[in-house]
């Protein structure tokens, strides 16, 4: 059975897994522009242990991943929470699929 590879981001809501690692309610992050012409996709942000658990996730997948800092420019003007989960080293995750030549086959 082949893996899906048009995972779509997690939307998760205030009372339902929102705990250690979570994104601030109400946070929005814009994604960085240019990853998304390289052919990243957007995933969600996290911290702590639920960053690492995701990252291992989808690197199992098979997936590329990268977890990028949150640059201040990626904060909505309204955004409250967005500077307290950038200086708690909240990161923004983005896979995107291997090439073959990285010895993932996708069917």
């Known amino acids: 059975m ?10 998760p809501q205030p009372g339902n897994g929102w705990g250690a690692g979570d994104a601030p309610a109400g946070a929005r992050f814009r994604p960085d522009p240019r990853l998304l012409a390289q052919g990243w996709d957007h995933r969600f942000v996290a911290g702590g242990p639920r960053l690492k658990e995701s990252l291992e996730l989808y690197e199992a997948l098979g997936l590329d991943v990268l977890a990028e800092p949150l640059p201040p420019e ?33 069917e």
């Open 2 to 11: 082949p893996l899906p590879v048009d995972l779509p981001a997690p939307q």
């Open 74 to 106: 990626s904060f909505p003007e309204e955004c409250e929470g967005c500077q307290l989960a950038a200086r708690l080293g909240f990161r923004m995750i983005y896979t995107r699929r291997r090439s073959p030549s990285e010895g993932q086959v996708w």
